[in-house]
T-cell receptor, first 114, second 113 residues
Framework: DAGVTQSPTHLIKTRGQHVTLRCSPISGHKSVSWYQQVLGQGPQFIFQYYEKEERGRGNFPDRFSARQFPNYSSELNVNALLLGDSALYLC?????????????FGSGTRLTVV | GENVEQHPSTLSVQEGDSAVIKCTYSDSASNYFPWYKQELGKGPQLIIDIRSNVGEKKDQRIAVTLNKTAKHFSLHITETQPEDSAVYFCAASDTGANSKLTFGKGITLSVRP
């Protein structure tokens, strides 16, 4: 069985640009969540989608947006990139909300903003 | 919102010894507590979790204990091996429809051969 797949694995962008990160959940999982992990810190919650509806949003600016498609894959978009957006972006899938069924994380997309 | 604190930030043990990592949380509504292991260049991997209706859970060399009254939970690794060296994160969430995981800052465990 394929795990959670994320693309691309690494990305370098310039300040002010926008970026789209992609995630495919484990087959049968209907919930996708996005986390940002800054070096040396724990992951910080950005978004959760369940059955294509936004179920939660963390304390991130409106420059961050996401969506979930009918096949349950998801995109995270970040506009007007700042140097502080440099981080590992993790996607996690689960059957349902995290508290009811555990998360499985992908290996992440390493975003560097220069 | 929930606040999860993890201590110590680094831990070094001799191979074969036991390691204990402790976390505290603030929100009494939290009732799901997973532990993740993250190796370099990889995403966090769930190693064990516990729910609030259980005080202890074991899986081979790994165990987790939960004290809801004191709002703390701990990861216990026995007979440590060099491959246990990694960053370990604790997390907490409730089980509502919009639940999300709140993570601690992580601890770097080094197992000396």
């Amino acid at each position: 069985d394929a795990g959670v797949t994320q693309s691309p694995t690494h990305l370098i962008k310039t300040r002010g640009q926008h970026v789209t990160l992609r995630c495919s959940p484990i087959s049968g999982h209907k919930s996708v969540s996005w986390y940002q992990q800054v070096l040396g810190q724990g992951p910080q919650f950005i978004f959760q989608y369940y059955e294509k509806e936004e179920r939660g949003r963390g304390n991130f600016p409106d420059r961050f947006s996401a969506r979930q498609f009918p096949n349950y894959s998801s995109e995270l978009n970040v506009n007007a990139l700042l140097l502080g957006d440099s981080a590992l972006y993790l996607c996690a899938s689960s059957l349902g909300p995290a508290g009811l069924s555990g998360y499985t994380f992908g290996s992440g997309t390493r975003l560097t903003v220069v | 919102g929930e606040n999860v604190e993890q201590h110590p930030s680094t831990l070094s043990v001799q191979e074969g010894d036991s390691a204990v990592i402790k976390c505290t949380y603030s929100d009494s509504a939290s009732n799901y507590f997973p532990w993740y292991k993250q190796e370099l260049g990889k995403g966090p991997q769930l190693i064990i979790d516990i729910r609030s209706n259980v005080g202890e859970k074991k899986d081979q060399r790994i165990a987790v204990t939960l004290n809801k009254t004191a709002k703390h939970f701990s990861l216990h690794i026995t007979e440590t091996q060099p491959e246990d060296s990694a960053v370990y994160f604790c997390a907490a969430s409730d089980t509502g429809a919009n639940s999300k995981l709140t993570f601690g800052k992580g601890i770097t465990l080094s197992v000396r051969p």
